[in-house]
């Protein structure tokens, strides 16, 4: 393969690769792991629920819905119940923190928990 080839192919994989960390950022001194990518087969009711998953010296500061297609009533029953749950815990803590979902709203409960779930277990393994 020639010189020229090769720095072509070179170039190609760079701006194929990754550029950072795709799944934890950090925002305002906090890691914020984004579950978009990290929980793409977690399904709710209808579709994916990723969440965001704010962490602070080692403790769980919040939890956010991102876009997904889970019945709005739903969302806000399992946000009001649930995304509080780990707030404050640390993260070995919460990794551990056995959550109940919310009746009637099920699917969309257990997928949050185990987008919530993932999040700090890649936290964990990444930080």
């Known amino acids: 393969m ?3 080839a090769l720095v072509a192919l070179a170039a190609t ?3 194929a690769a ?4 795709e ?7 906090m890691y914020v ?3 978009t990518t990290l929980g793409k087969d977690v399904q709710g009711y209808v579709a994916t629920t990723p969440v965001k998953v704010y962490i602070k010296k080692n403790k769980v500061e919040k939890i956010e ?3 997904n297609q889970e019945t709005p009533k739903y969302n806000a029953r399992v946000k009001k119940a ?4 780990w707030d404050g815990l640390k993260v070995k803590d919460a990794a551990k923190q056995q959550v109940d979902g919310v009746t009637g ?3 969309t409960s257990d997928a949050i928990i185990k987008n919530v779930q993932l999040a700090l277990e890649y936290y964990q393994k990444h930080k």
């Open 33 to 35: 792991v984004n579950t």
């Open 82 to 85: 649930l995304l509080t749950k």
């Open 65 to 67: 819905f991102l876009k």
């Open 13 to 15: 994989l760079q701006s």
């Open 18 to 21: 990754p550029q950072g960390d």
């Open 105 to 107: 709203a099920t699917f």
């Open 2 to 4: 020639g010189c020229v």
């Open 23 to 29: 799944v934890m950022t950090k925002e305002d001194g």
